[in-house]
């Protein structure tokens, strides 16, 4: 067995340069069409790993672009998570364009030595997809010829992006052309009751919550509302909970969000996350999936027990905040709540799925007669 190295700094130059190139590509139809398959119809995990696949091959044409683990008993095994991870992840136009993952080689699909026809697969046609994808990538004959399917794969995810872009500004303006009908902040209201109707794992009431209070707070130009990416509050000096809102760049409030069950010991590591960074005010906001399970008396003494400690625990829900930021928010304007939110699920790398919710919801709204 033969190892083959790719070296991370000349990768990551490649694909800037294939970036760059995008647009100028010279590859057969048969060649385009299945590349497009790979980038649009089998998922996140693996339009990754195929992007991560080609720029490979064209960094060092000893590559094996079937290979994930360095471990993998084939010719040309290499360190494929690493070089997702470190270059591609790294290249924020680049990953941004692939589904904004932070860590996309950690998902199920790419903890194997190497891609692989017999492992367990969702359903029959993604089976028959990664099968396809195996041969095509088996097949590429030149590190010259991975090049310009990698640059063809970016110019695809680019005018995609584009098109997806332009279809939220269509909403956007649509929207503000809406007849005011009906009370503006009932309308928005309303916008927020059906977006939380779908979870999209917690980051629909990520949205929901910020774009609320960014609009609230809008008028104090001393005053930042900050949202984090799902599983990354913490992970800086400047990030303490889900949502941290700021005055003259100190932290004074922070906002944990649960759209999911959750017991006395997600409320203490919150608290505990807000005393060691000196905030006194802890905001524990549930979505309707954000039940309480154990025991109600542990979760009333903890929070008076917080009081002690000099931190202030509000347990609301996430309607009953909205309502109240809503109410107290001197003016409503939707198209722009709307356009927050798009702006938003970028800052917070949020899946597609989420934006599309939002963005039908937004919809919606300019349809109602």
Known sequence: ???????????????????????????????????KFFLSEIGLTYRYIFVTELLAKATNPKVNPIVIQAKSPLNGAFDARSLCHKVVVKNPTVNYLLGNSNEPFLNKPARIPSLDKQVAFKSKDEKN???????????????????????????????????KEASLDEITNEVSKMAKEENERST???????????????????????????????????????????????????????????????VFCCLELKDKQYDVSDLSKSISKVLAEHVDSLMFVTGSNGTFIGDQKKLDDLVEAAKKINVSVTIVSAFD??????????????PNVVRDGIDESKNIKAKQKTIDNWAKRAASLSKKE
């Open 188 to 250: 928005l209201l309303r916008f927020y009751s059906e977006v939380l109707g779908v979870s999209c794992e917690g980051e629909s009431l990520v949205l929901c919550v910020f774009t609320a209070l960014k609009k609230h707070f809008e008028p104090n130009n001393q005053i930042k509302v900050v949202a984090h990416p799902s599983n990354e509050s913490g992970d800086s000096d400047r990030e303490v909970e889900d949502i941290d809102i700021f005055v003259q760049d100190k």
């Open 1 to 35: 067995m033969a190892n083959a190295e790719v070296d991370l700094t000349t990768a990551s130059q490649i694909l800037a340069k294939a970036y760059s190139e995008r647009d100028d590509f010279d590859l057969t139809a048969d060649e385009q069409a299945k590349s």
């Open 321 to 334: 905040l909205l309502r109240i930021l809503v109410g107290f928010t001197p003016d409503i304007h939707i």
């Open 129 to 163: 997809s990664v099968a396809k994808m195996i041969s095509f990538l088996t097949n590429i004959p030149s590190s010259t010829n991975s090049y310009e399917l990698l640059k063809f794969s970016l110019h695809c995810l680019a005018e995609s992006s584009s098109k």
